[in-house]
């Protein structure tokens, strides 16, 4: 796995425009391995956005992503490098868990014994057969993470992953992602939870209205920062 001075991930100068609006500024920023970053910022900041860009979702107006070094238009979706959850998941309402991660699985050319190991992993074996439109919000999110995890990549990129979630399922994530990080992973999750966010990210990203306004290592103290930073640019 890479070594700990070799971001993972990397923005630079990341812009994106619709029409005549920039929704992501010259966004420069980079996330390393055995950690897990939080990317935080009011509703409408460019979080979504940039997390796309950063995915290889959506193509930057300006600016580049890497991952591993790599353009992420190159490095591409491979399952194995990325796994990526950002909603909608793009599962079919009338479809079964299980079927839409088999999908999955043939696209990526993974074996399909992943698909009950993410199934296990995410807690949602017991409802693998039933339809996605009958999902709480939690579950949904639940399968959009097992497909994140399908290819087993060192990276992850979750917009709002907590979003949804019990308390029980907030503590599980947690320590599911603490252990992939704890393995040498990468973790960048965007939240509103702060509090949540607080007990689980090493390094805070804080973007706002399309600039990144903060980035450093988790001072303990997250609603704090947030605010003096958000808030601080207004005055
Ligand atoms: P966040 O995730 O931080 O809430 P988003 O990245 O979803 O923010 O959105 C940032 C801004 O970009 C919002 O003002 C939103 O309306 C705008 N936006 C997002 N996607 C599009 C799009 N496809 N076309 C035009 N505007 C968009």
Redesign the pocket.
Known sequence: MTSDATPVLEADGLT?R??R?T??NAASFTVRPGAVTGFF????????????LLAGL?RPTAGTALVNGMPVRRAGLDARTIGVYIEPCGAHPGRSARAHLLALTRIAGLPRRRVTEVLNEVGLEDAAGRRVGGYSLGMRQRLGLAAALLGDPPLLVL??PVNGLDPAGMRWLRNLLRDRVSRGGAVLL?SHVLSEADKTVDDVIV?DH?RIRFQGPNPGALEELFFDVVEGAER
């Open positions: 994106k619709y029409g609006s929704v992501v910022g009011p509703n409408g900041a460019g979080k979504t956005t940039a997390l796309k959506s917009d709002e965007s973007i399309g």
